[in-house]
């Protein structure tokens, strides 16, 4: 098992940015891709961003390209997503998940999930 806790949420006007946090415990950290899902109201759960194991690749969902940032610590169990230029669209609640496989977290899926954090960007 590996368990999931993300922090960093709030409410932000258009433009602002936000750093969300996910800390992991359990099994190794080191030997999972991370990723980061999110759900808007009445939209299905769609995966944001991903990274490697060692933080080699990542992988971005088109509409954050440019604007969002994957990274991990993995001497501090903790992935990262910046947020920048945040829109109204980006409203949703943030997941952070853990997969052995970037490519299953690009397809949009994983193993194991924490309990959200809401971001809502104001115009």
């Known amino acids: 098992q590996v368990q999931l806790v993300e922090s960093g949420g709030g409410l932000v006007q258009a433009g602002d940015s936000l750093r969300l946090s996910c800390a992991a415990s359990?099994?190794?950290?080191?030997?999972?891709?991370m990723g980061w899902f999110r759900q808007a109201p009445g939209k299905e759960r769609g995966v944001v961003a991903g990274?490697?194991?060692?933080?080699?690749?990542?992988y971005y969902e088109d509409s954050v390209k440019g604007r969002f940032t994957i990274s991990r610590d993995n001497a501090k169990n903790t992935v990262y997503l910046q947020m920048n230029s945040l829109k109204p669209d980006d409203t949703a609640v943030y997941y952070c998940?853990?997969?052995?496989?970037?490519?299953?977290?690009?397809?949009?899926?994983?193993?194991?999930w924490g309990q959200g954090t809401q971001v809502t960007v104001s115009s």
């Open positions: 998940a853990a997969q052995r496989l970037l490519a299953t977290i690009a397809a949009g899926t994983a193993d194991y």
């Open positions: 359990g099994r190794t950290f080191n030997g999972y891709a």
């Open positions: 990274i490697t194991q060692s933080g080699a690749r990542t």
